[in-house]
DNA sequence: TTGAAAGCGCTAACAC
DNA sequence: GTGTTAGCGCTTTCAA
């Protein structure tokens, strides 16, 4: 009952090209003949097959999204930000999901390619060269959100992480600490780990505060984010103060803390990073650094979209730093005096 | 340039029917001929073309996913149980999300529809009649996560929010409270809203406990627990123990009485549900009622590809009832009791 | 303005 | 076992 292009022109008494001619706009064509198509289209429910379009046009409206995770809400609420936007285009999202594996990210990649996807969106953790030929290979528009050391040819969206880690550092010292900790990423993440690291250690090293052994290291995860202080609090070196790489770290580094009788944020300040929904909802709130998740994108598909369309071969270099926030709440403080 | 099946023919020295049987293992070909077209395969790197192939095949290997919200760990979960299923046969995921629109919901099986996916899984808050019809008109398997009063003629996979539930509540009145609460959802939300307050009603019912006043709603926020919680306390009757209809309203809760000098779970013991990532995280860690998340995706999408590759028209009806637990943590403790 | 026909890249009868 | 050919449903020259 699948009723195509061909019943309508039959109907309608005219030629399938009429008609999609109609359906197109492409070509002008006689009012009273476009009223007729379009009443039988009208009434037979008629929708033109996307596939056969998609071969005809060599172009599917697909559009291909690697991201890491699907459920933490640090990924997922960028494919929200680029969801609710491509939703009144005619475009359709193709997600797939790596799980930080490298080689599934490579292999998404052709798989995408093959699918016929028109372009893509990588939410990068971090990638390899072979990785970074595979994008080359790819042979359409990409953007990514995030970049990557690997790829700072390809046209991205993200934030700076460098600086919003010197803010953060800065307020803290701010407020009067001098024993900074912090619990960081592995370095191997360019953004969320090197970079963050790097603007807490600059700014502590300008302040003359930098020691080497305030730094525990971990994989984002509360579990991290609880060894990390429980790390930190076994120096002789009391920190008064920790900054951590994301938010969920930094839940675990004040749960291990409370666990052990200090009290967040009297006998310890904790900064986190993301703002993720638990920051300002867990006790005590968070202070951490806002990162505009659904704007990232938004961005990076309005960007690709109109390479898709305006074929921009080779686009004009993008990179796009979007504007972090600072947002304090009850987990930092003001350093106790000592007495 | 692209290269086309008809390419590799050409440089085999074969038809393009020969390099298509290959390439399917459709029908026998003789090993010798096999070999050439594969060598011919392998160093072109050639890949067939998905959207060719699903046009002839009218089939496209692509299966939508319809989703009230992407950034909701509630929703996401489910679909990364999906992904990482799909991941490994050869189809892809087309996702949209809804915002809990029903317009727009309707709206996007009749896009989805179009675009020519095999079929569609549908992770549902509530529907309308209209809605079914969609449904119904699709054509093409479908299943639904969560189910919903009017299309429980749809094949779907759920958890027994009533049961679950019912424990829940028969668990407080075992920790011997009688003043219990519950900040549930909208009556209109079948399953997160209705079930779960029936369950908790008649529980209480059964026990001699239940009061109408005793009862809050809100809509699955942080803030909808935290008002909840405010008017629960409001009232003369102090409960002793509150369960909500979902972790985050839990958290909410927690958070206004811990305010309000409370301390949880001394002074009031809280139960939510769902076991999103918070629950274990806050402090208190907040016991609750496990969903199996990734496991309703997995075993929906494994339903609908079956349901796709052995044709089963009018499938018999598949309903699939999964286990929950509750799962005790720091937020629920025996009744202080009165002097 | 409109129609006929070729073609997008692949699969599947149908012959040989 | 292999090739020829006719589609799948749509767009787009090219003529008329």
Chains 1, 2 share one sequence.
């Not at 930000?81 to 193709?94: A, C, K, Q, T, V």
Request: aromatic share 8%.
């Amino acid at each position: 009952m699948k009723v195509t292009i061909n019943e309508i022109a039959k109907r309608a008494g005219v030629s399938k090209a009429t008609v999609s001619r109609v359906l197109n706009n492409s070509k002008p064509v006689s009012e009273e003949i476009k009223k007729r198509v379009l009443a039988v289209i009208e009434d037979t429910n008629f929708k033109p097959n996307a596939v056969a379009r998609s071969l005809s046009l060599k172009k599917s409206h697909l559009i291909g999204i690697i991201i890491p995770d699907l459920s933490n809400p640090v990924f997922s609420r960028i494919i929200a930000g680029i969801e609710s936007y491509i939703r009144n285009l005619d475009y359709s999202l193709l997600i797939t999901a790596t799980d930080f594996d490298i080689e599934m990210k490579i292999q998404h990649i052709h798989i995408l390619k093959d699918k016929g996807v028109d372009g893509l969106i990588l939410v990068t953790d971090h990638g390899n060269s072979e990785f970074y030929e595979a994008m080359l290979a790819f042979g359409k528009p990409i953007v990514m959100v995030g970049s990557d050391s690997f790829a700072e040819s390809i046209p991205f969206v993200r934030i700076d992480n460098y600086k919003a880690s010197c803010e953060a550092t800065q307020y803290l010292i701010d407020l009067g600490h001098e024993k900074i900790g912090m619990i960081r990423g592995p370095l191997t993440d360019p953004q969320s780990g090197k970079e963050r690291f790097e603007g807490y250690r600059d700014t502590l090293v300008k302040a003359g505060l930098y020691e080497e052994n305030l730094i525990a290291e971990g994989w984002y995860s509360f579990d991290d984010g609880y060894h990390g202080m429980e790390m930190l609090l076994s120096k002789s070196q009391r920190v008064t103060a920790v900054f951590c790489a994301c938010d969920l770290m930094a839940v675990g580094a004040i749960k291990y803390a409370s666990e052990q009788g200090l009290k967040v944020p009297l006998d310890l300040s904790v900064i986190g990073f993301d703002d993720v929904e638990i920051a300002r909802m867990y006790s005590p709130s968070i202070t951490t650094v806002k990162q505009p998740f659904e704007e990232n994108g938004r961005i990076a598909i309005e960007t690709l979209v109109q390479m898709i369309e305006e074929a921009e071969d080779l686009a004009p270099f993008h990179q796009q730093i979007l504007k972090h926030q600072l947002v304090v709440r009850e987990s930092t403080i003001i350093r106790k005096s000592e007495e």
